[in-house]
């Protein structure tokens, strides 16, 4: 039986800031159109967060029951390891769903009822990315999904439930986001490139190469700061997210440096926290305008 800290590991921790940055920024640009319903913005912010822990649980017993687990690197699979029976994961997976699901229908009955097939859409694409019979993740659809669900409609529906509206300044957000977002998958599966080629996951990576997904790596993590200066006419505080290029420079130079497995895995978390102080900055540095 897995332990706490094990069920933790499971969880993924390292990829959080996928689910707290959309909102974070989404609710910046929320401010920056007038004011703000604070208590839709923490459900967004539960539904994102029961999301991204569902589907690393979801991902978790999907690969680990085909076995493409058997033999990684990285953070803890509670499935592939033998930690915890599979049935147990899975469950984990749904309860999470079905938490993201009651906060969005909260959200949803209060703001507009279309809503309700946006949050069966992202549960639906949460569990295919690695679940049912044709996975989209083992097709190299990943990175369209990441950017999709935690980028476009994260950060624009953040800003949509918290202020009634969307906007261009949202939607540059969004695309900021979901770059970052796109890029931690994009890091992640380099590292797995030689064992997901073995178990027959065809990730973008795998398609694409290590010297292709190293250079799609570096232009995601690149295009939020063209974003930044995008947003500069808007308010010229937007700057402060370059603060956010010291963590960026220290994800891309081992992947540039040609690093693979273990010595690739403080990229996640240095892509994942670039992402968060990017969205911090940016959204603070709207909100106040």
């Given at each position: 039986?897995?332990?706490?800290?094990?069920?933790i590991?499971?969880?993924?921790?390292?990829?959080?800031?996928?689910?707290?940055?959309?909102?974070?920024?989404?609710?910046?640009?929320a401010a920056?159109?007038g004011?703000?319903?604070?208590?839709?913005?923490?459900?967004?912010?539960?539904?994102?967060?029961?999301?991204?822990?569902?589907?690393?649980?979801?991902?978790?017993y999907?690969?680990g029951?085909r076995g493409?687990?058997?033999?990684?690197?990285?953070?803890?699979?509670?499935?592939?390891?033998?930690?915890?029976?599979?049935?147990?994961?899975?469950?984990?997976?749904?309860i999470?769903?079905?938490?993201?699901?009651?906060?969005?229908?909260?959200?949803?009955?209060?703001?507009?009822?279309?809503?309700?097939?946006?949050?069966?859409?992202?549960?639906?694409?949460?569990?295919?990315?690695?679940?049912?019979?044709?996975?989209?993740?083992?097709l190299?659809?990943?990175?369209?999904?990441?950017?999709?669900?935690?980028g476009?409609?994260?950060?624009l529906?953040?800003?949509y439930?918290?202020?009634?509206?969307?906007?261009?300044i949202?939607?540059?957000?969004?695309?900021?986001?979901?770059?970052?977002?796109?890029?931690?998958?994009?890091?992640?599966?380099?590292?797995?490139?030689?064992?997901?080629?073995e178990?027959?996951k065809?990730?973008?990576?795998v398609?694409?190469?290590?010297?292709?997904?190293r250079?799609?790596?570096?232009?995601?993590?690149?295009?939020?700061?063209?974003?930044?200066?995008?947003?500069?006419?808007?308010?010229?505080?937007?700057?402060?997210?370059?603060?956010?290029?010291?963590?960026?420079?220290?994800?891309?130079?081992p992947?540039l440096?040609?690093?693979?497995?273990?010595?690739?895995?403080?990229?996640?978390?240095?892509?994942?926290?670039a992402?968060?102080?990017?969205?911090?900055?940016?959204?603070?540095?709207?909100?106040?305008?």
């Open positions: 039986m897995a332990t706490v800290n094990e069920w590991q499971g969880a993924r921790p390292r990829t959080l800031p996928n689910a707290v940055s959309p909102v974070v920024v989404g609710v910046g640009a920056h159109l004011e703000v319903t604070w208590w839709k913005a923490v459900l967004a912010l539960v539904v994102a967060l029961a999301l991204i822990i569902g589907v690393n649980f979801a991902n978790d999907s690969d029951v493409t687990d058997d033999d990684r690197v990285g953070p803890m699979r509670l499935v592939g390891s033998k930690a915890a029976r599979p049935g147990a994961v899975k469950a984990a997976a749904f999470c769903f079905g938490i993201a699901a009651a906060a969005g229908l909260a959200v949803a009955i209060t703001t507009a009822y279309w809503l309700i097939a946006v949050g069966v859409v992202c549960i639906a694409g949460a569990w295919f990315y690695t679940g049912g019979k044709k996975p989209y993740g083992y190299g659809f990943g990175e369209i999904a990441v950017f999709v669900f935690f476009l409609v994260a950060v529906g953040t800003q439930v918290t202020c009634g509206r969307v906007n261009w949202g939607g540059v957000c969004a695309v900021a986001v979901g770059s970052f977002s796109s890029a931690v998958l994009v890091v992640n599966n380099l590292r797995d490139i030689p064992t997901d080629r178990s027959g065809i990730t973008l990576a398609r694409l190469g290590e010297n292709g997904t250079g799609l790596f570096a232009f995601l993590i690149a295009l939020p700061f063209v974003m930044t200066i995008v947003l500069t006419p808007v308010t010229t505080f937007a700057l402060a997210g370059l603060l956010a290029a010291p963590l960026a420079v220290a994800a891309v130079r992947v440096a040609g690093d693979r497995g273990r010595d690739l895995v403080p990229s996640l978390a240095t892509t994942g926290q992402m968060l102080m990017w969205a911090v900055m940016t959204g603070f540095a709207l909100g106040l305008t």
